[in-house]
T-cell receptor, first 114, second 114 residues
Framework: DTEVTQTPKHLVMGMTNKKSLKCEQH?????MYWYKQKAKKPPELMFV???????INESVPSRFSPECPNSSLLNLHLHALQPEDSALYLC?????????????FGPGTRLTVL | GQQLNQSPQSMFIQEGEDVSMNCTSS?????WLWYKQDPGEGPVLLIA?????ELTSNGRLTAQFGITRKDSFLNISASIPSDVGIYFC??????????????FGKGTHLIIQP
């Protein structure tokens, strides 16, 4: 299985809602990532998990809360978002060791905040 | 942070033409990756480059890792309609390890006129 899956495909939420994005991979990768992508822009790194531990947080607001319950799953919990948080949220995975930078991306969750 | 300069920003070409795009960096990169992204989908890895001077092909795609470690190019030969999309270069800086975020170029939007 060489696929990264993400659910849901689309999500519309109000600014007071709480929702979660889910990501799953079964490639045995021990590094997982969240990226945010605005229209016509490149992906921007949000979080990196290595061996289920948060290793990089790119100064992301606390209304985004990542969680890595096990080596195959990655969640992004959303609370009190703003309309400017509307974007495509991409999950990726890779080997965790040095010299293994190839990251494999899921199809993304298109988030709209009203 | 690291920045990658990718050019051209967009290309309008005829079907069957060859395409060339490149990325440059002001600092050394350890790895160069090329991705293609279709609308509403996640980026798909096309080619990965690990050594300075490395030239790698994947079907009609050819990419090279510059000998200075500060640049890379991607060529597409005999373009076909399904080549339409946004191409991103991405890399990890020289000091990066495996579980590190990727830095992306701004993308080259390829449009093919039949």
């Amino acid at each position: 299985d060489t696929e990264v899956t993400q659910t849901p495909k689309h999500l519309v939420m109000g600014m007071t809602n709480k929702k979660s994005l889910k990501c799953e991979q079964h490639m045995g990768h021990r590094a997982m990532y969240w990226y945010k992508q605005k229209a016509k822009k490149p992906p921007e790194l949000m979080f990196v998990y290595s061996y289920e531990k948060l290793s990089i947080n790119e100064s992301v607001p606390s209304r985004f809360s990542p969680e890595c319950p096990n080596s195959s799953l990655l969640n992004l919990h959303l609370h009190a978002l703003q309309p400017e948080d509307s974007a495509l949220y991409l999950c990726a995975s890779s080997q965790a060791g040095a010299g293994a930078p190839e990251q494999f991306f899921g199809p993304g969750t298109r988030l709209t905040v009203l | 942070g690291q920045q990658l300069n990718q050019s051209p920003q967009s290309m309008f070409i005829q079907e069957g033409e060859d395409v060339s795009m490149n990325c440059t960096s002001s600092s050394i990169f350890n790895t160069w990756l090329w991705y293609k992204q279709d609308p509403g989908e996640g980026p798909v890895l096309l080619i990965a480059l690990y050594k300075a001077g490395e030239l790698t092909s994947n079907g009609r795609l050819t990419a090279q890792f510059g000998i200075t470690r500060k640049d890379s190019f991607l060529n597409i030969s005999a373009s076909i309609p399904s080549d339409v999309g946004i191409y991103f270069c991405a890399g990890q800086p020289y000091s990066g390890g495996g579980a590190d975020g990727l830095t992306f170029g701004k993308g080259t939007h390829l449009i093919i006129q039949p």
